[in-house]
T-cell receptor
Framework: GQNIDQPTEMTATEGAIVQINCTYQ??????LFWYQQHAGEAPTFLSY??LDGLEEKGRFSSFLSRSKGYSYLLLKELQMKDSASYLC??????????WGAGTKLIIKP | DAMVIQNPRYQVTQFGKPVTLSCSQT?????MYWYQQKSSQAPKLLFH???????NEADTPDNFQSRRPNTSFCFLDIRSPGLGDAAMYLC?????????????FGPGTRLTVL
């Protein structure tokens, strides 16, 4: 079956760095998305990886290892507004998104 | 600004009373999606349209129906809402079905069933 695993909740301190991990099993693979979702709001796009390696975009970076079925989202210089859920979604052979349940990130001052 | 709009943002209905949620988009995207998301859970795809080609997910209950009268609008009809249908309903669009395209989400409609 198809599955996305990510931690349910993480806590980090303002100004610090946090890494949110995601492992995936999809039938076929056409890339992996990360979305940010604030409580009660819609998901917004953060990143898309289809090749191995690290993609950097400002304070946020996303990494992919296809051989390991693994990705992570790295958030640097954490701000209070980064408190949100972070959803990992794999793209299967039919270009359907297989969503994880999200990692709730709590930022403490 | 090009966007995905959902109305209403909050909908309250009675158990068993039909309800319709609406979505419109100004992105001129071919693909539109309806998701159901419950608290702390992954979004669950209910339907998607590629243009007028309707695709029903295998595990979407018959209680849920959808209409797309034109490119810009899409509706979700819940014929007889149960307490278990209380959730956030998200509409999303993408420019094409083939290829891993970013999905653009509306703000969602939070449905409460009394």
């Amino acid at each position: 079956g198809q599955n996305i695993d990510q931690p349910t909740e993480m806590t980090a301190t303002e100004g610090a760095i946090v890494q949110i991990n995601c492992t995936y099993q999809t039938s076929g693979f056409n890339g992996l998305f990360w979305y940010q979702q604030h409580a009660g709001e819609a998901p917004t796009f953060l990143s898309y990886n289809v090749l191995d390696g690290l993609e950097e975009k400002g304070r946020f970076s996303s990494f992919l290892s296809r051989s390991k079925g693994y990705s992570y989202l790295l958030l640097k210089e954490l701000q209070m507004k980064d408190s949100a859920s972070y959803l990992c979604a794999g793209v299967d052979s039919n270009y359907q998104l297989i969503w994880g349940a999200g990692t709730k990130l709590i930022i403490k001052p | 600004d090009a966007m995905v709009i959902q109305n209403p943002r909050y909908q309250v209905t009675q158990f068993g009373k039909p309800v319709t949620l609406s979505c419109s988009q100004t992105l001129n995207h071919n693909v539109m999606y309806w998701y159901q998301q419950k608290s702390s859970q992954a979004p669950k795809l209910l339907f998607h349209y590629y243009d007028k080609d309707f695709n029903n997910e295998a595990d979407t209950p018959d209680n849920f129906q959808s209409r797309r009268p034109n490119t810009s609008f899409c509706f979700l009809d819940i014929r007889s809402p149960g307490l278990g249908d209380a959730a956030m309903y998200l509409c999303a669009t993408s420019s094409k079905r083939e290829g891993a395209e970013e999905q653009f989400f509306g703000p969602g409609t939070r449905l409460t069933v009394l």
